[in-house]
């Protein structure tokens, strides 16, 4: 595309469809700059625990910054370059979350109004964020896309001109892509002997800043895209040669999920990425809980899906490198996070479900779980189902253990199957869901500042 080779240069001139040149590596430089100036924080690079044999990881923690995500970069890169005109008319923009807590946040710190459309799955606690930092919030639409199109219709609304305000692409306008590019030259700084970069990819514009950041002045260092397999947006995008709406799932990695990437990001960086990989839905819940466990960070499902990638083993030709995972951000809704890590726990073989049937007499239940002790093995939770059996001298019982690891686990149902209790493991669908139909409730939007 002749669009992405001329990105390749830092001082090629291509006009975008935002009314702005295109990203280049010169304009990634010029935003760091801006950001430097505006005292943004700049986000610890972090030798890993070893997590896999064999890799030599370092994290770049985005999650460090205030809102809790990388977001910041390009947000507060594209409020610094508004006139003094669109300052005092502000901004309006369309997300689930961070990228309406990062322009909420910088915002309400430089004195510009901030309007934000937010669907109505947007977690609580990001909205009432968005309202603590001033922000009008006006939630509507089932999804994101329906909420971008309603932020469309505001500000061409000739009724309200209240939204004649600037619209701010979360992950394709050049400004945002010059401001996330900004974490990969904070990369190649820290750690001038990386060898490959890991990359989430939701839209795109992340991925498109560090290409252009790195690939410019160091084109070995590779740099890996990966997403989940529910929202396979950019593999699908360099299959078509072109941006294409993709179906989607249910994901962890929900700030990754957008059905098509941005036209501006895809162009910028299809020629310089060395690979895209898509990952299982399952290995972004081991990524979560491997980050949790080993580095104590907690972060959100588009944050860990780099870690997951390695965990998926999809990433072992990068064995004996030295390699940057982005995680880029941490804002995981804390209800999620009970339900993530009892996920992963299974996944990895530590936590297990299973039904088996028992004596009824006196003794009977205290033989079962002294049973499963001997394994090394502990009952989290454990529940009888007499009333459902025919016999009166058995019963079933509903147990979930935790072990040491998936060794311990296959000693327990082999102890268990000897003794003739005849485990019947549970076993999850979750991975091959669909997504939920989705429900038409007709709630009053909410317009105001709450």
Not at 76 to 89: T, V
Not at 96 to 112: E, K, P, V
Request: charged residues 20%.
């Amino acid at each position: 595309m002749a669009m992405s080779t001329a990105l390749n240069s830092a001082t090629a001139v291509v006009m975008t469809d935002y009314g702005i040149p295109a990203s280049t590596a010169r304009s990634v430089y010029e935003a760091k700059t801006r950001l430097a100036a505006a005292r943004l924080r700049r986000t610890e690079l972090r030798q890993a625990h070893t997590i896999a044999p064999g890799f030599n990881l370092v994290y770049k923690c985005e999650l460090d910054f205030w809102t809790g995500s990388f977001k910041e970069r390009g947000a507060l890169n594209f409020l610094l370059q508004l006139s003094p005109e669109e300052k005092k008319r502000g901004v309006i923009a369309a997300s689930a979350g961070n990228h309406a807590l990062a322009l909420a946040y910088h915002g309400n710190r430089l004195g510009i109004p901030v309007s934000v459309v937010m669907p109505l799955i947007a977690p609580m606690t990001k909205v009432n964020r968005c309202v603590k930092y001033k922000a009008n919030v006006i939630s509507f639409g089932a999804d994101i896309s329906v909420a971008r199109q309603h932020a469309l219709t505001l500000v061409g609304d000739a009724t309200r001109p209240e939204y004649k305000q600037v619209y701010v692409n979360g992950f394709d306008d050049p400004r945002i892509v010059d401001g996330a590019g900004t974490c990969g030259l904070e990369i190649i700084e820290d750690a001038p002997d990386v060898d490959a970069i890991v990359v989430p990819i939701g839209g795109g514009g992340l991925v498109a800043g560090i290409c252009l950041a790195v690939k410019h002045r160091h084109p070995a260092i590779k740099i890996i895209g990966v997403e989940s397999d529910a929202c396979p947006s950019f593999a699908e995008a360099l299959k078509a040669g072109k941006p294409v709406p993709v179906k989607t799932k249910a994901t962890l990695a929900d700030g990754l999920k957008v059905p098509q990437v941005g036209a501006h990001s895809f162009a910028v960086c299809r020629d310089l990425l060395d690979a895209v990989i898509v990952i299982e839905e399952k290995f972004v819940a081991l990524g979560i809980v491997k980050l949790l466990e080993t580095e104590k960070m907690v972060v959100e499902g588009a944050g860990a899906i780099g870690v997951g990638a390695v965990l998926s083993g999809k990433l072992d030709t990068l064995k004996g490198l030295k390699t940057a995972i982005v995680v880029c951000g941490g804002n995981i809704d804390i209800t999620m996070l009970g339900r993530v890590i009892e996920r992963g726990l299974a996944l990895e073989g530590r936590s297990i479900r299973f039904t088996a049937t028992i004596s009824d007499l006196p003794g009977g239940l205290a033989a079962f779980t002294t049973c499963i002790a001997s394994t090394g093995a502990s009952v989290k939770d454990i529940m009888q189902e007499r009333p459902y059996i025919q016999s009166a001298l058995i019963t079933t019982v509903r147990v979930q253990c935790e072990t040491a690891n998936a060794a311990m686990t296959a000693t327990l149902l082999s102890e268990l199957k000897k003794r003739g209790y005849r485990p019947r493991v549970s076993t999850e669908e979750a991975d091959d869901a669909e997504e939920p139909p989705r429900i038409d409730i007709r709630l009053p939007k909410m317009d105001s500042k709450l």
